[in-house]
C-alpha cells in the first residue's frame, strides 16, 4: 500500500509564503514524476507544477517565478515552496505521484488527500 500525505497549508496574507510538502510512504521502488495540483471553489482542479525523477519541472503559467517545485528522493518527499502569493492562489493543493511499487512493473498514479491554502487580501 502508498499513501501520499500533504502538509504545509495555511492562512497566510497576500505577498506572504508557504511550502508544501508531500511524502510518500508504503512499499516503494521507484517515484518518477511528482506534481503539485490546486482547485479552487467552484474551479476544476488545475495544474500547478511538475517534476520529473531526474529534476526536470513544468509550471504553469500563472506561478511561473513565484512557485518552486523540488523534491528530495531519499526521503521520498516533494515541495511546493509558494511565494509572492496571492488571493487567487486560495486553493486545497493536491500532491500526486506515479510511484513503482516494490515488485511491480509499471508505475501508478497516487493522489494525497489535499491541503487548503488561504490566502487573505
Known amino acids: 500500500q502508498v499513501q501520499l500525505v500533504e502538509s504545509g497549508g495555511g492562512l497566510v496574507q497576500a505577498g506572504g509564503s508557504l511550502r508544501l510538502s508531500c511524502t510518500a510512504s508504503?512499499?516503494?521502488?521507484?517515484?518518477?514524476?511528482m506534481g503539485w495540483y490546486r482547485q479552487a471553489p467552484g474551479k476544476q482542479r488545475e495544474l500547478v507544477a511538475t517534476?520529473?525523477?531526474?529534476?526536470?519541472?513544468n509550471y504553469a503559467d500563472s506561478v511561473k517565478g513565484r512557485f518552486t517545485v523540488s523534491r528530495d528522493n531519499a526521503k521520498n518527499t516533494g515541495y511546493l515552496q509558494m511565494d509572492s502569493l496571492k488571493f487567487e492562489d486560495t486553493a486545497v493543493y493536491y500532491c500526486?505521484?506515479?510511484?513503482?511499487?516494490?515488485?511491480?512493473?509499471?508505475?501508478?498514479?497516487?493522489w494525497g488527500k489535499g491541503t487548503l491554502v488561504t490566502v487573505s487580501s
Open positions: 517534476i520529473t525523477s531526474g529534476g526536470a519541472t
Open positions: 508504503g512499499s516503494i521502488r521507484r517515484i518518477n514524476d
Open positions: 500526486n505521484a506515479n510511484i513503482l511499487r516494490t515488485l511491480a512493473y509499471v508505475g501508478l498514479d497516487y
